[in-house]
Each structure stands twice: as structure tokens, then as C-alpha cells.
């Protein structure tokens, strides 16, 4: 089945710094998303991108639909304490009756001690 | 709040036995969907549901199974429960053709 694979795993901020990271996948998807993640939470959509090649941003978060459909980043710029968090991205393809979500693992933003 | 609610939000029970999860969608989603997240696989879809029919069907075991009512709220039934399946549980929904979508908090299931 289609996999995705996110990195960084996990990784350390400061207050200011900027971050990225990346997913990329064994297939093409049509759709491609961005979650954050707190403890406790579900799962709240950030960025959604429906063209290869599109640039998205929200805010501080700046995310891209890769050209060959295969792979999508986010970047933060400036993060503050409250960014913390798992963040996730997931693709999708839209055809016939199906539109599930296909998910990494996930990067986990923790602060620098 | 999301929208989407999720019932109940913490669970414990014994090897062996049955639950159910309960999942009430946002108002005018007529599409529920159904993960599990653990914390070594992440977030696995298990099945969709449109307006009260199965649509897809990801890794979900057989010993699981899901249904939508009329009321477009949403069960998942869990059975045989073992250890692995400790996680948590969400459920999402979407309009029709929605992207992205609208999670619950989810439940966290403890098999002890």
C-alpha cells in the first residue's frame, strides 16, 4: 500500500528559529495536508494543497505540493513556544467513492532545553 | 471543539472483551471516517462511512467493525479485545467531497 515517509522524526526548537520538514511518498497524491497535533488532541488541519507545485501559506507556516506529486514540506518561520507539537502530513486521492487519508509518522517538535 | 464529539473519551477494560466507541460528526458532514493511532504506527486508517454506507476499508481487523446510523452518528465496535489494541481512537468527518478533515479528540482505549 502507499507509504509516506516524514522526516525529521523529531526535533529540538528555539524560540526564533526557523524549522522544516519534509514527507515524501512511494506514489503520487492529488491532495496533499498538513496536521498539528497536541497532546490530548486530535488532530487540527494546518495547510491544504491541491496543486502539484502549489505554495501555501498560513500565518508563519509556509507548506509545497512537490512538483513530481510525490513529496510536500512545511516550514515554520520564527517559532514560538506554542508550536510544539507532533505535526503530520498526509496525502490523498480523490477517485470513484474513496478520499482516505494516508498518513506519516509524524514529526514531534519539542523546545530546546 | 472541533465539532466532531467522541464518546467516551477514556477506556479500560480486560483482554477478551467487547466495546463500543461512539462518534457524532460536525453538522453536515455526511462522511465519517475511523483511525487508530499507536504510538509505533501512528495514525492507521480503519474505515470510512457516506451517509450511513461503508465507502473504504483500510487495515482494519475482523474482529473490529464499524457502522453509521441513520442520525449519521457513527460505532465502532472493537471485539476479542487484546493488548495491541491499546491506542487511541479518532474519528473524523468531512462534507461531501470535503478536503481535509475535521477530527474528534478521540478515545483512548487501555486493554489491561
Known amino acids: 500500500g502507499q507509504q509516506l515517509n516524514q522526516s525529521p522524526q523529531s526535533m529540538f526548537i528555539q524560540e526564533g528559529e526557523d524549522v522544516s520538514m519534509n514527507c515524501t511518498s512511494s506514489?503520487?497524491?492529488?491532495?496533499w495536508l498538513w496536521y498539528k497535533q497536541d497532546p490530548g488532541e486530535g488532530p487540527v488541519l494546518l495547510i491544504a494543497?491541491?496543486?502539484?507545485?502549489e505554495l501555501t501559506s498560513n500565518g508563519r507556516l509556509t507548506a509545497q505540493f512537490g512538483i513530481t506529486r510525490k513529496d510536500s514540506f512545511l516550514n515554520i518561520s520564527a517559532s514560538i513556544p506554542s508550536d510544539v507539537g507532533i505535526y503530520f502530513c498526509?496525502?490523498?486521492?480523490?477517485?470513484?467513492?474513496?478520499?482516505?487519508?494516508?498518513f506519516g509518522k509524524g514529526t514531534k517538535l519539542s523546545v530546546k532545553p | 471543539d472541533s465539532g466532531v464529539t467522541q464518546t467516551p473519551k477514556h477506556l479500560i477494560t480486560a483482554t477478551g472483551q467487547r466495546v463500543t466507541l461512539r462518534c457524532s460528526p460536525r453538522?453536515?458532514?455526511?462522511?465519517v471516517y475511523w483511525y487508530q493511532q499507536s504510538l509505533d504506527q501512528g495514525l492507521q486508517f480503519l474505515i470510512q462511512?457516506?451517509?450511513?454506507?461503508?465507502?473504504a476499508k483500510g487495515n482494519i481487523l475482523e474482529r473490529f467493525s464499524a457502522q453509521q446510523f441513520p442520525d449519521l452518528h457513527s460505532e465502532l465496535n472493537l471485539s476479542s479485545l487484546e493488548l495491541g489494541d491499546s491506542a487511541l481512537y479518532f474519528c473524523?468527518?468531512?462534507?461531501?467531497?470535503?478536503?481535509?478533515?475535521?477530527f474528534g479528540s478521540g478515545t483512548r482505549l487501555t486493554v489491561v
Open positions: 473524523a468527518s468531512s462534507v461531501v467531497g470535503g478536503l481535509g478533515y475535521t
Open positions: 506514489s503520487i497524491f492529488n491532495t
Open positions: 494543497l491541491y496543486k502539484a507545485g
Open positions: 498526509a496525502g490523498m486521492n480523490y477517485g470513484g467513492s474513496q478520499g482516505n487519508l494516508i
Open positions: 453538522s453536515g458532514d455526511l462522511s
Open positions: 462511512y457516506y451517509n450511513g454506507e461503508e465507502r
